[in-house]
């Protein structure tokens, strides 16, 4: 049996991407060692395969980084493996280093355009640093592929590559039923990443202008404090509610008794521009509608498969006329033809050829 290695630099217990992959790398044959980081507030985990998480002394920073990736590059100089899994350029350099070192087959998925992340693009000079990894290991990867064909088209035609597509679509969820409610009150849900770009800060002001409806956020991250701020000085503590990060199934029940998804990443650089983030298609497969940015790839499932609306104007009073829109729509039928196709099976047999086909 093929030992693969696969590391990714979050705590592993929110991402689902890299929870299905490991799943189905083991259902094709792998044995698989999953290696993350640990904080003081993970959640715990319990996987079917081998995990590995490393509690660092730095958790930001230039120093958060090479701390990671020095340590990481002597786990895998250490650990049996026949295959390497890089997940993102935050973790490429080490398994680079290591595939070379040691002859491995190498695989990188990226998840984003990670140099054109806004945290990045703020910041010239270290934007400049990993702009210069990426410019120096990418161009000479033969098995890889991202989460959207817009990147997938960005780094073919930059790098000469030959990224493939595996979305990251969700499973197809069974035996979720919506609850019985006597409330009429509907429910937004964001879920993901609570970071600058994402738009919630406008969803927050729309709430301003909408009754009878609530707006849940799932997540954390680095705004965390400046929307509950941005929430009590608007005062709709009565309208909002910060559910924190939630394990991927109870997320799912939370997310199918929603009423209407929203994804409102700005034009924030070219990273956010490509995106097709995965809460889209947990929206879908909970069957319910989604409004969402006038960006490319999320534009064209929104068009392709009739399942809500895209931005047309981002200000406040007009977003909560679209919303109200929605919530007076059925959306059904398109939703469960969308929820058919846009599952994480459909991808399993792509996936399965990029790694029955290794370089």
């Given at each position: 049996?093929?030992?693969?290695?696969?590391?990714?630099?979050?705590?592993?217990?929110?991402?689902?991407?890299?929870?299905?992959?490991c799943?189905?790398?083991?259902?094709?044959?792998?044995?698989?060692?999953?290696?993350?980081?640990?904080?003081?507030?993970?959640?715990?985990?319990?996987?079917?395969?081998?995990t590995?998480?490393?509690?660092?002394?730095?958790?930001?920073?230039?120093?958060?980084?090479?701390?990671?990736?020095?340590?990481?590059?002597?786990?895998?100089?250490?650990?049996?493996?026949?295959?390497?899994?890089?997940?993102?350029?935050?973790?490429?350099?080490?398994?680079?280093?290591?595939s070379?070192?040691?002859?491995?087959?190498?695989?990188?998925?990226?998840?984003?355009?990670?140099?054109?992340?806004?945290?990045?693009?703020?910041?010239?000079?270290?934007?400049?640093?990993?702009?210069?990894?990426?410019?120096?290991?990418?161009?000479?990867?033969?098995?890889?592929?991202t989460?959207?064909?817009?990147?997938?088209?960005?780094?073919?035609?930059?790098?000469?590559?030959?990224?493939?597509?595996?979305?990251?679509?969700?499973?197809k969820?069974?035996?979720?039923?919506?609850?019985?409610?006597?409330?009429?009150?509907?429910?937004?849900?964001?879920?993901?990443?609570?970071?600058?770009?994402?738009?919630?800060?406008?969803?927050?002001?729309?709430?301003?202008?909408?009754?009878?409806?609530?707006?849940?956020?799932?997540?954390?991250?680095?705004?965390?404090?400046?929307?509950?701020?941005?929430?009590?000085?608007?005062?709709?503590?009565?309208?909002?509610?910060?559910?924190?990060?939630?394990?991927?199934?109870?997320?799912?029940?939370?997310?199918?008794?929603?009423?209407?998804?929203?994804?409102?990443?700005?034009?924030?650089?070219?990273?956010?521009?490509?995106?097709?983030?995965?809460?889209?298609?947990?929206?879908?497969?909970a069957?319910?509608?989604?409004?969402?940015?006038?960006?490319?790839?999320?534009?064209?499932?929104?068009?392709?498969?009739?399942?809500?609306?895209?931005?047309?104007?981002?200000?406040?009073?007009?977003?909560?006329?679209?919303?109200q829109?929605?919530?007076?729509?059925?959306?059904?039928?398109?939703?469960?033809?969308?929820?058919?196709?846009?599952?994480?099976?459909s991808?399993?047999?792509?996936?399965?050829?990029?790694?029955?086909?290794?370089?």
């Open positions: 049996m093929k030992r693969i290695v696969i590391s990714v630099i979050n705590d592993l217990a929110t991402d689902q991407r890299v929870s299905k992959v799943d189905t790398l083991q259902e094709f044959g792998f044995d698989v060692l999953l290696i993350g980081r640990i904080l003081p507030n993970s959640l715990s985990i319990k996987r079917n395969y081998k590995h998480r490393m509690k660092l002394l730095f958790n930001k920073g230039f120093l958060f980084y090479a701390e990671y990736n020095l340590r990481l590059f002597f786990k895998l100089l250490f650990t049996k493996k026949d295959v390497l899994l890089s997940n993102d350029l935050d973790t490429l350099l080490s398994n680079y280093l290591i070379r070192l040691q002859n491995k087959k190498i695989v990188y998925d990226s998840h984003e355009l990670f140099t054109e992340v806004p945290e990045l693009v703020n910041r010239p000079k270290t934007q400049k640093v990993w702009r210069k990894i990426e410019n120096t290991i990418v161009p000479k990867l033969k098995n890889c592929y989460v959207c064909q817009s990147i997938a088209d960005y780094y073919n035609s930059k790098y000469q590559t030959d990224f493939k597509v595996i979305k990251n679509l969700p499973i969820s069974v035996n979720l039923k919506k609850k019985v409610s006597d409330s009429k009150e509907k429910v937004v849900i964001y879920q993901g990443a609570l970071n600058l770009g994402r738009g919630i800060e406008l969803m927050i002001k729309t709430m301003q202008h909408l009754e009878n409806i609530k707006f849940i956020i799932i997540g954390d991250g680095d705004i965390t404090n400046i929307l509950k701020q941005q929430v009590e000085e608007l005062n709709l503590n009565s309208k909002i509610e910060f559910l924190g990060r939630k394990h991927p199934n109870e997320l799912k029940e939370i997310t199918i008794n929603a009423d209407l998804g929203i994804s409102f990443e700005e034009d924030l650089g070219l990273n956010y521009r490509y995106a097709l983030p995965n809460k889209i298609f947990d929206y879908i497969n069957e319910i509608p989604i409004l969402v940015s006038d960006l490319p790839e999320m534009k064209r499932i929104v068009e392709d498969y009739s399942v809500g609306e895209i931005i047309l104007e981002r200000k406040p009073e007009f977003i909560a006329q679209q919303i829109t929605i919530l007076n729509t059925d959306f059904k039928d398109s939703l469960k033809l969308a929820k058919k196709e846009l599952n994480w099976q991808e399993k047999e792509k996936l399965k050829l990029i790694f029955a086909n290794l370089d």
